[in-house]
């Protein structure tokens, strides 16, 4: 049976799935792909109610993430999170940077992170003070400083590539070409891809959001910051 019709079965009324215990209706919606379970999630509160309690994330994280079990808790300022935070923090790094090391789940919720910070809040940290952080948690875990700017680097570019195209994004990209460029220690400085993406960025996907003004003033300020620019920035 494909994906398509388990999803099917189980949001028909008449489905006697209704009446299943707790442990097999997890047992059921865990052998469902995980785009459904929003769907599934809607269909009865008592669903619901099963995809927001640990039991179900504690069986989908070893279930897809059998080495999970194993992990310490690690110190530094991103915590690890219960069973849910954790699943999401190891689906991303699977589908989004495949590292396959002991970082894996650190990274994850380091994304997780700084994805937050920019999507939840209308005012986010400066991004020296975010980039601070994810440098700081990777070398309170024993990586180099060369290694956790690279993963930090990583992650930033990770964030800005996937953010959707919306007003938000446009401001926040905004906001964050314009930063001013503090003068920090390695590796506590942003790294000129990370900046550059940030242009990249404003100026293809966003270019018909600016004003004449506007875009001319960036222009100008990427002109500055960069020297050379590519001409897919150019032309308004």
């Known amino acids: ?31 469902v792909h995980i785009s459904d379970w929003v769907n599934i999630s809607c269909v009865k509160k008592q669903w619901a109610k099963l995809f927001q309690e640990e039991c179900l994330w504690d069986a989908a994280l070893i279930r897809s993430f059998p080495l999970a079990g194993q992990a ?47 999507e939840i809040s209308t005012m986010p940290l400066p991004s020296g003070i975010l980039h601070g952080t994810i440098i700081d948690q990777f070398i309170a875990c024993g990586k180099s400083q060369d290694k956790a700017y690279e993963l930090a680097s990583l992650i930033w570019l990770a964030v800005i590539d996937n953010l959707e195209e919306t007003e938000q994004t446009f401001s926040l990209l905004q906001r964050l070409a314009l930063e001013a460029d503090v003068f920090l220690p390695f590796p506590y400085s942003r790294s000129y891809k990370v ?14 959001c600016f004003n004449h003004v506007d875009y001319y003033d960036f222009l100008s300020f990427a002109k500055n910051k960069f020297q050379t620019i590519p001409s897919s920035w150019l032309g308004y």
């Not at 398509?4 to 215990?21: G, H």
């Not at 589908?95 to 994850?108: K, P, T």
Request: charged fraction near 30%; glycine fraction near 4%; hydrophobic fraction near 40%.
């Open 195 to 208: 900046q550059w993406r940030v242009f990249e960025r404003l100026f293809t996907d966003f270019r018909d």
């Open 72 to 118: 310490k808790r690690w110190p530094g300022p991103i915590p690890r999170g219960l069973s849910k935070r954790r699943y999401a923090a190891l689906y991303v790094n699977k589908h989004i940077f495949s590292l396959h090391d002991e970082m894996d789940e650190i990274v994850g919720h380091s994304y997780l992170f700084l994805r937050e910070q920019f």
């Open 1 to 31: 049976m494909t994906d398509t019709n388990k999803t099917a079965t189980l949001i028909s009324a008449d489905c006697p799935i209704e009446k299943l215990p707790d442990h097999l209706l997890i047992e059921i919606f865990l052998s």
